[in-house]
Nanobody, 115 residues
Framework: QVQLEESGGGLVQPGGSLSLSCVASGITVSIYDMSWYRQVPGKQRELVATSTPGGRTGYADSVKGRFTISRDNVKNLLFLQMNSLKFEDTAVYYC?????????WGQGTQVTVSS
């Protein structure tokens, strides 16, 4: 059974930082495309950052230069370091694992940027 569990969300002031983690079980993340998405109520879930097995990363324009995605293939972990947070980064953040035509999602972790 595949499970993804996010952690690290919380309340932070604008300009602050948070580090999200996603631990995977039932899969070996080293061969999976791993991504972070986020969603706010009433809007579609949007891609934030992605990491391929080959080590390539990609980011949404809105987070480039502020967020960094990384993974620990030995510990089956995915990370998202978020710096210089803005009000508009407030959302539920989801971890996703994908392999060929299969994909799995975590339950999400809330990030709230507020003064």
């Amino acid at each position: 059974q595949v499970q993804l569990e996010e952690s690290g969300g919380g309340l932070v002031q604008p300009g602050g930082s948070l580090s999200l983690s996603c631990v995977a079980s039932g899969i070996t993340v080293s061969i999976y495309d791993m991504s972070w998405y986020r969603q706010v109520p009433g809007k579609q879930r949007e891609l934030v950052a992605t990491s391929t097995p080959g080590g390539r990363t990609g980011y949404a324009d809105s987070v480039k230069g502020r967020f960094t995605i990384s993974r620990d293939n030995v510990k089956n972990l995915l990370f998202l370091q978020m710096n210089s947070l803005k009000f508009e980064d407030t959302a539920v953040y989801y971890c996703k694992a994908a392999y060929q035509y299969l994909s799995w999602w975590g339950q999400g972790t809330q990030v709230t940027v507020s003064s």
